[in-house]
Nanobody
Framework: QVQLVESGGELVQAGASLRLSCVAS????????MGWFRQTPGKEREFVAA????????DYADSVKGRFTISRDNAKKTVHLQMTSLKPEDTAVYFC??????????????????WGQGTQVTVSS
């Protein structure tokens, strides 16, 4: 059974930092590209960051570049999203996603096969 379980979301003040984690099981994590997406009510889910299976390449949305860092630990089947200098506009439910047996990274949501349930991040001004 495939599972992606996110954690780490909470209510913080603007300027704070948070680290989200996503623990994977039930599929070949070490061969999968991983991504983080986010969604706010009334808006479409949007790409945040992605990382290749090896961690050798990453990609970020322009809105988070320089503030967020995606990383992974294949031994622990975990992907992290380190978020710094948080802004109220970063408030959203954050989802991790997996694209199995992939050598690339993609921003396209339809390329990701598995999704977690999400973790809420709220940034107050």
């Amino acid at each position: 059974q495939v599972q992606l379980v996110e954690s780490g979301g909470e209510l913080v003040q603007a300027g704070a930092s948070l680290r989200l984690s996503c623990v994977a099981s039930g599929f070949t994590f070490g061969s999968s590209a991983m991504g983080w997406f986010r969604q706010t009510p009334g808006k479409e889910r949007e790409f945040v960051a992605a990382i290749t299976w090896s961690g050798g390449a990453t990609d970020y949305a322009d809105s988070v570049k320089g503030r967020f860092t995606i990383s992974r630990d294949n031994a622990k089947k975990t992907v992290h999203l380190q978020m710094t200098s948080l802004k109220p506009e970063d408030t959203a439910v954050y989802f991790c996603a997996a694209e199995t047996f992939s050598l690339r990274i993609t921003k396209r949501q339809d390329e990701y096969e598995y999704w977690g349930q999400g973790t809420q991040v709220t940034v107050s001004s």
